[in-house]
């Protein structure tokens, strides 16, 4: 079995593979087929410059949030994205606007993408690290339902 390619947009890398029955009971909150909720989104454009600039209509990230790049690829040409160099790469966001921020590394150096394939379409960004904004509905029962046994 060979390891997973990040550039192949079919990889098992990608997929998702949930166990998790689903919930007996009627609206509860932890039907959501991952479970977890979080931020995920494509970019409108890229820019290949010092530093990068990333442009997504309110977009509502923070300065210093972490993002972690995926699904950018060079192959197949019908659905390259471009900026496959920054494919399963680790950023935070600095200098953040409305619509727009930058990418800089962990030692807040902004990223150099004057030599990086053009954007063309597609990829995602994931907010990740300590500051996901991410909750377990496990964690909060329906209505009605005690979270432990009564006592």
């Known amino acids: 079995m060979s390891s997973p390619n990040p550039q192949d947009p079919d990889s098992p890398l990608y997929q998702f593979i949930d166990t998790q029955p689903e919930s007996p009971y009627p609206n509860n909150p932890d039907s959501s087929l991952s479970h977890f909720t979080y931020r995920q989104f494509t970019p409108e454009n890229i820019t290949n410059t010092l530093p990068m600039i990333v442009t997504k209509t309110a977009h509502g990230l923070l300065d210093g949030q972490a993002i972690r790049a995926t699904k950018f690829i060079r192959m197949p040409f019908a659905s390259s994205t471009g900026m496959e160099q920054i494919n399963m790469g680790l950023f935070y966001v600095q200098r953040a606007t409305v619509n727009d921020f930058q990418l800089f590394d962990a030692n807040s150096q902004p990223i150099d993408g004057r030599n990086f394939t053009p ?11 300590p500051e996901i904004l991410c909750v377990n509905p496990s964690h909060f029962p329906p209505a009605g339902i005690p979270p432990f046994p009564p006592v």
């Not at 063309?120 to 994931?126: D, K, P, S």
């Open 119 to 129: 954007y063309i379409q597609g990829g995602q960004f994931t907010i990740n690290g």
